[in-house]
């Protein structure tokens, strides 16, 4: 049952950047339209639970929503300059190192050999698969110097988003506190964060609004990680997450119509078997 409970983040994360994308609006609007939606949602289940909030509970809330969103900002600015199905298969391959050797190492899930063993194994087809995913046609007759500066800019903005996400994650599992305690003041910290990118920079429109959707996803995604992260681990629970790069990749290419050749569709083909099977892995190890 935790495993199940753990996919549902997979769907759930996977399908945002398809609906952001499709949505529009820039990454300032997402950003702020999705912290809107999922603090809909965390008041919701916080009406529903009614968990205990003490000062410990609101620190680590504030500050993983602040954290989370430096991450979702710059992930969509990386997906504004490299695309769906280049700029999520990059940072989820980053996330999944991170978080994963975080999992492993400081918070000691894998105890035996055969857990590293099969951890790693897992690990190293996440990682090919998000890099197959990504790979180029070298025969293409696309100039290679085309789309170098936007490549540059999406790349610091992947990197800087990695940071944000896994301190989020991080940071959460390290404290050991109620799940859904944390859930309403991390929605605060997230709507002072979002609101800080979006000061005088960003109108208040019908995008904001359309891209709270993507934030009750987000959120529905962000109570079940949060709850099989106690039960299964970091390591495991955020590697399942992350394999909503397959919805988000593929839906990149035949729905947001993104330009891939006909060997790079089977590369991202490739890529998604490998991910499925490092998470199934990852499940048979819990399991």
Same mark, same amino acid.
């Given at each position: 049952m935790d !495993? +199940?409970?753990?996919?549902v983040p #997979? ?5 945002? @950047? %398809?609906? *952001? $994308?499709?949505?529009?609006g820039?990454a300032?609007?997402?950003t ?6 999922a603090?809909?949602?965390?008041v919701?289940?916080? !009406? +529903?639970?009614?968990?205990?909030? #003490?000062?410990p509970?609101?620190?680590? @809330? %504030?500050? *993983? $929503?602040?954290?989370w969103?430096?991450?979702?900002n ?7 300059f ?7 298969p ?10 994963t050797i975080a ?8 105890k ?7 951890g790693l ?17 070298q025969?293409?007759d ?13 790349l610091?903005?992947v990197v800087i ?5 896994c301190?989020?994650?991080?940071m ?12 309403f003041p991390q929605?605060?910290?997230m ?7 979006a000061?005088?920079?960003?109108k208040?429109?019908?995008?904001v609004?359309?891209?709270?959707v993507?934030?009750?996803?987000w959120?529905?995604?962000n ?5 099989t992260?106690?039960?299964i681990?970091?390591a495991?629970s955020?590697s399942l997450s992350?394999?909503?790069i ?6 990149g290419?035949?729905?947001?119509k993104?330009?891939k050749?006909?060997?790079e569709i089977?590369?991202?083909?490739f890529?998604?078997?490998l991910?499925i099977a490092?998470?199934v892995?990852?499940?048979y190890?819990?399991?």
């Amino acid at each position: 049952m935790d !495993i +199940l409970l753990a996919l549902v983040p #997979m769907f759930a994360w996977g399908s945002i @950047g %398809l609906i *952001s $994308g499709r949505i529009g609006g820039d990454a300032n609007q997402q950003t702020l339209g999705m912290t809107i939606g999922a603090g809909v949602l965390s008041v919701i289940i916080f !009406i +529903l639970m009614r968990p205990v909030i #003490m000062l410990p509970v609101i620190v680590v @809330g %504030l500050l *993983s $929503g602040l954290l989370w969103s430096v991450g979702q900002n710059q992930q969509f600015h990386a997906m504004k300059f490299l695309g769906v199905s280049v700029g999520l298969p990059i940072s989820t391959g980053l996330q999944l190192i991170v978080n994963t050797i975080a999992g492993a190492v400081f918070f000691r899930e894998w105890k035996t050999n055969k857990d590293f063993v099969l951890g790693l194994t897992a690990l190293g087809m996440l990682i090919s698969g998000a890099y197959l995913t990504v790979r180029r046609d070298q025969s293409d007759d696309r100039p290679v110097t085309d789309g170098l500066p936007a490549f540059g800019k999406g790349l610091r903005a992947v990197v800087i988003s990695t940071a944000g996400y896994c301190a989020y994650t991080i940071m959460i599992n390290a404290a050991g506190l109620d799940p859904l305690a944390i859930i309403f003041p991390q929605s605060i910290g997230m709507l002072a964060g979002a609101g800080f990118f979006a000061f005088k920079k960003t109108k208040v429109d019908s995008f904001v609004w359309k891209n709270t959707v993507s934030g009750l996803l987000w959120g529905l995604g962000n109570i079940c990680m949060l709850l099989t992260m106690q039960q299964i681990g970091l390591a495991v629970s955020f590697s399942l997450s992350q394999m909503g790069i397959i919805i988000s990749t593929i839906g990149g290419i035949f729905i947001l119509k993104e330009a891939k050749t006909k060997k790079e569709i089977r590369f991202v083909i490739f890529g998604c078997l490998l991910i499925i099977a490092g998470g199934v892995l990852l499940g048979y190890m819990k399991a």
